[in-house]
Every structure is written in structure tokens, then in C-alpha cells.
């Protein structure tokens, strides 16, 4: 986080799917420097916690968008209620620690084999991250395509079904700056 300077333009945090971001792919996602503040296995409230830790630093960077790639680790082990809750509170902080900076949450990508993991908790999060959107002051952006018509193998996927190949990550790219561009 050293490298935290006014001029970044868009920050990314999340999870493992967000710190793998190949940096020439991610630097494409904003209109100048960004910052990408993934950290592998973090939960919502991981990145929650960290926004709440790191504040005063942050506040000293001004993003014009914020992307937000997390849950996939949460849906396993809490309700997708649960999750919808986390997302609020994540979303409550950001929007309070960069109010004219615009959130885009990428929804939470399909997993596993046949890409059925977790898929109805999934699908229930995904949904009503939609659904509520607006409220929540973000705008979502459904990645899902990347997951090869949901069979496997799938070559924008490593071997463990969750984490994503250089493939995947310029498909990912894509679809997120299409997402970015038409709001």
C-alpha cells in the first residue's frame, strides 16, 4: 500500500481473484493509475476490516471507481443473507470513505465442477446484488460468461475450478470494462 499516491485513479479490492489481476490487464481498467489492494483469501469482512484499519491512508487517494471482486470465499460458510449483509456494510464504507468515486461489484464468479459449486448460494447473492444495486449505490457487473457455458474443464480456469488462467483474466478484463464503460 506504499504506493498509494493522489493521482490513482481506480482501486480494486477483493480476494485472491483480485490480487492475481495481472497488472497490465488491470491497468486498462481506469483512466490512470491503479491500485490494486487484493489480498488471497479474504472474506468481505477481511476487506471490510481493512478499510476500517487503513482509512486514514486511504482517504489520501481520491479513485474515480472502485471494483470490487469478493464473496467467492463467504459462500460456503455463511447465508447467502449473510453475505447480502456483509456487501452492505462493505459498500456503506466505501461509499463513506470515497463518496464521488462509482462502485462496480463484479458478482461472484461460478466455481467448481460443471461450475455448480455453491451454485444456488450463489445465484441467490448474484441476484439480489442486482436487485438492489441502486439502493446499495453500486452498479454490478455479471462475469458469469467467463465460465465456458458452465462445463469443465473450462480454459479460463486453473485446475481448481475457482481461480482463473491468463485467459480468464482478459476475458474478466473485458467484461469489466465493458461493464465500467457503459455506466
Known sequence: MSGLTGDVSTVMLGDSLVEAWPKELSASLGAGPVANLGVGRDRIQNTLWFIEHERERLR???????????????????????????????????????PNGKIYSIQILPRGEQMKGAAENIGSVNSELSRRSRELGIRTIDASNIACGRTTPCANYKSDLLHLTPSGYEALTRIARDGIGSS
Open 60 to 98: 489520501k487517494i481520491k479513485p474515480r471507481s472502485v471494483i470490487v471482486l469478493v464473496g467467492t470465499n463467504n459462500i460456503y460458510l455463511d447465508k447467502p443473507c449473510g453475505v447480502m449483509e456483509s456487501y452492505q456494510k462493505l459498500f456503506e464504507e466505501i461509499r463513506a470513505l470515497w
